[in-house]
């Protein structure tokens, strides 16, 4: 009697699941044109404003650890005799 309640309750869970999953794919190509439109605007509001001055910030931050690194790595080269 267990058995059959426990297998009962896991057909429902995978009835369940399984209904979840093709509602999805079905909605699936309305949600793909949605992120579409969203990304869109997002790169139109980003155009000189601040999403735009934050962008720029974070480049500069990453890149001058690299030019750090690479004037390093220059130096020991140029120290070693090695082109």
């Known amino acids: ?3 059959l309640l426990a297998l009962s309750i896991l057909g429902g869970i995978g009835w369940t ?9 079905d909605e699936l190509p309305q949600y793909s044109l949605n992120i579409h439109h969203r990304i869109a605007d997002l790169r139109v509001a ?5 999403v735009e001055k934050v962008q720029k910030a ?3 931050s990453l890149s001058q ?3 750090a690194l690479a004037k390093l790595l220059g130096g020991l080269l140029h ?5």
Do not use: C, D, F, I
Not at 46 to 50: A, F, P
Not at 79 to 83: D, E, V
């Open 1 to 3: 009697m267990t058995a």
């Open 17 to 25: 699941l399984t209904r979840q999953l093709v509602t999805l794919a």
């Open 46 to 50: 980003s155009k000189g404003g601040s």
């Open 58 to 60: 974070v480049e500069v």
């Open 65 to 67: 650890p690299q030019r």
């Open 79 to 83: 120290l070693t005799g090695r082109p």
